[in-house]
């Protein structure tokens, strides 16, 4: 369904759903479990699902460019809830987007980025590179060169939610080029892709951790949970 309202109108609609649904008790907890990075309206996730469904079935969703333009401007907005809105939306429009939808990926995963949004933005990546799949290396390559660690994280976490084979060398290579990386958030990546590597591959990813001493003490004991 191709929505008839503007970016901005629909942004206010939610705006004003969320703000209404919103309890002040509940943002300030929300917003301390977050490190206090956004302020929330206080809209639980079980109450968000039928808000934003809710949403979706009175004035549709977008497509192509106005469907970035409404999430640039959700981005725009300061409440994290609307932050989800759009990442929503794009989530059910992913499989219908063009090859260079990759750069919007990108953007969205540097925009506000924190571990909530990254890692879901991260299932629609794996969902692109499915229909896409020559862009993989190019792109997280670039990701990796990057040196922002919310990319880097995606570019080794991105094939947990992949329904095709894991490309082990990739992994194993992106994980030991962020070896010495102090980064709590690469490091947990690091050790939360090889534990559900090692689901099918226990011995492969034994081997892999025996080879590389240099690894951080996170990642060994993350990537260890499912190893005898």
């Known amino acids: 369904m191709i929505t008839q309202i503007t970016p901005a109108t629909y942004l206010q609609k939610a705006i004003m759903s969320l703000s ?18 956004f302020p929330f309206y ?7 699902k039928p808000l934003f469904s809710e949403l979706f079935k009175s004035y549709g969703k977008f497509t192509d460019a106005a469907l970035i333009d409404f999430v640039r401007l959700c981005f725009e907005n300061e409440y994290r809830e609307i932050h989800y809105f759009g990442i929503l939306m794009v989530e059910k429009q992913i499989k219908k987007q063009p090859a260079n939808f990759s750069d919007f990926l990108e953007e969205m995963i540097i925009t506000n980025s ?3 949004s990254v890692d879901w933005i991260s299932k629609m990546v794996s969902i692109h590179f499915s229909r896409f799949p020559e862009q993989i290396k190019s792109v997280t390559r670039d990701w990796m060169d990057s040196k922002n660690i919310w990319l880097q994280r995606v570019a080794i976490i991105f094939q947990r939610y992949k329904n095709y084979p894991t490309d082990e060398a990739l992994l194993y290579q992106y994980i030991l080029e962020l070896k ?8 947990k990546a690091a050790g939360w892709a090889l534990r559900d590597h090692s689901k099918e591959h226990p011995e492969s990813v034994l081997g892999f951790l025996n080879n590389n001493p240099g690894l951080s003490n996170l990642t060994i004991r993350e990537a260890k949970k499912y190893l005898s």
């Open 180 to 187: 010495n990386s102090p980064e709590f958030f690469i490091q």
């Open 20 to 37: 209404e649904a919103g309890v002040p008790e509940v943002a300030e907890k929300q917003s301390a479990y977050m490190r206090n990075k």
């Open 114 to 116: 924190w571990w909530d």
């Open 42 to 48: 206080g809209v639980t996730a079980p109450q968000t």
